[in-house]
């Protein structure tokens, strides 16, 4: 039978309700960003409390990102057996666990393991809003809707990082006590609760996924959905969604093998992951505070300058929203690659020029540190264009229906190892020279570039079922 037309179909169904089912969903994503960068306004208060060294506190950051490898991994799983939502029910739960040990852990080795905690609902997050969303999204909203969850995250940082800045001001410091006594990094930590709850809560609120339902058999509720996010040609995509589930074995990770160990889709994939996160887009919200700090910029100050740029990164995704449906995902991810590799490789000459202090820190002179700031938020502005919501949208689109969970899993777990590698590398780099640490950033962005432009194929406007 012929394909169903989507779009025509969308003035029928309730655009607005599409858009609020996929915003729930996203909000793994709010938790995401929020979970990630809230520990960027703790740094330096854990090093001062725990007596730790740059290595131990590299390590207690990175820790998160280990947990997010391995919920990432057994994420797609998860929402095979148990569904999408219930999956998410139990990330609300994981989230809100980490949260009330984090910020009431006695050490770095406990606060490690609570992160690890944390990081887990992170990881199944990172793999379940993308995939619910494509499943929900008709096509032609598809890349739009699969924005929301790079938008959630960036906007999940932004609001991590205003919380760091609103709770040291009103402390005086991130080391000073505030309300009942406990130190201000621990309310850092505590100030995601609220939203872990509210999650979970969200879940229970919107429908499972129609091609999980199919697959259970359950077509009655099935249809009830895709009316829902469809209208009259709900009955038609149910026909083309039991087509392809039932013409394909459930997949299995055994079923991803290829001629070169992977399947290429997977590989590519994985590609994906990695670059995203090898442009050290991640060090810029989790260290940043104490970057700018190091250069010459107070605490407060720094913590300001951080707020911006996560401002940046929000408009820039909203931008992405708007064009990733009509430019298509690849244009995307190359104008991205260039202008990072541009910005990168000016933060890496203006950190590698610097003169040191006494302590071996660059210090930025005269027009120096303008530059950096201006380069650094281009940075973000490139990658929030780009790299921050394509990945998202690609992964939850380019695997056939038979693997997606399966690959979505492996390439997320990549994505996370490759961000523990960013995140834990970064303190020793910084001690080698910030000019080095750039300058290997630029390497990846320009790696990226011929990736993209070698291995990546559009998917704009095909269905899920013709991937």
Not at 113 to 130: D, E, H, K, N, T
Not at 352 to 362: E, T, V
Request: aromatic share 10%; glycine share 12%.
């Amino acid at each position: 039978m012929g394909h169903v037309r989507e779009g025509a179909m969308a003035a029928d169904g309730s655009v607005s309700k599409v858009v609020l089912i996929s915003s729930v969903a996203a909000l793994g994503g709010f938790l995401f960003g929020y979970d990630t960068a809230v520990i960027n306004g703790a740094v330096g208060a854990l090093a001062s409390s725990f007596q730790a060294s740059d290595t131990a506190i590299g390590l207690t950051v990175s820790s998160a990102l280990i947990g997010s490898a391995v919920g990432a991994f057994v994420g797609g799983q998860l929402a095979d057996r148990l569904g999408r939502i219930r999956v998410m029910v139990v990330a609300s739960i994981l989230f809100s666990v980490s949260t009330l040990g984090s910020g009431l852990a006695f050490g770095l080795v406990d606060l490690s393991l609570w992160r690890l905690v944390g990081g887990i609902a992170v990881g199944i997050a990172s793999v379940i809003a993308p995939a619910y969303i494509a499943e929900i999204a008709p096509a032609h909203l598809r890349g739009r809707l699969g924005s929301l969850q790079q938008l959630a995250i960036v906007t999940g940082i932004f609001a991590a990082l205003l919380a760091d800045y609103g709770i040291a001001a009103g402390a005086g410091s991130a080391d000073n006590p505030y309300w009942f006594g406990l130190a201000a990094w621990r309310w850092m930590l505590l100030s995601e609760l609220p939203v872990a709850v509210a999650y979970g809560v969200g879940a229970l609120m919107i429908p499972e996924s129609p091609r999980y339902l199919v697959a259970r058999r359950d077509e009655a509720k099935a249809l009830t959905v895709l009316r829902t996010v469809l209208g009259r040609g709900a009955e038609a995509k149910m026909v083309e969604i039991r087509r392809t589930l039932s013409s394909e074995e459930r997949g299995r990770f055994k079923d991803l093998r290829g001629r070169f160990g992977l399947l290429p889709i997977v590989w590519i994939g994985i590609g994906l992951s990695v670059f995203q996160q090898f442009v050290g887009i991640n060090v810029i919200f989790y260290y940043s505070s104490v970057l700018w700090q190091a250069v010459g910029f107070s605490e407060k100050d720094s913590l300001i300058i951080t707020v911006i740029t996560s401002v940046t990164n929000i408009v820039t995704t909203f931008i992405a929203i708007a064009t990733v449906d009509r430019f298509g995902r690849k244009p995307l991810l190359i104008i991205g690659s260039v202008g990072m590799m541009l910005t990168l490789g000016t933060m890496a000459f203006v950190f590698g020029s610097a003169p040191l202090d006494a302590s071996g820190a660059p210090v930025l002179q005269g027009a120096a540190g303008t530059i950096a700031l201006v380069a650094a938020n281009l940075y973000v502005f490139c990658f929030g264009l780009s790299w921050g919501p394509v990945v998202w949208v690609l992964l939850g689109e380019m695997f056939n229906n038979r693997i997606r969970a399966q690959a979505l899993a492996l390439a997320g777990a990549a994505q996370w190892v490759a961000n523990f590698v960013v995140s834990a590398t970064f303190p020793s780099l910084r001690t080698m020279g910030l000019g080095l640490a750039y300058g290997l950033y630029t390497a990846a962005a320009v790696a990226s570039l011929l990736f993209v432009l070698f291995f990546i194929r559009e998917t704009k406007g095909k269905e899920l079922e013709d991937m």
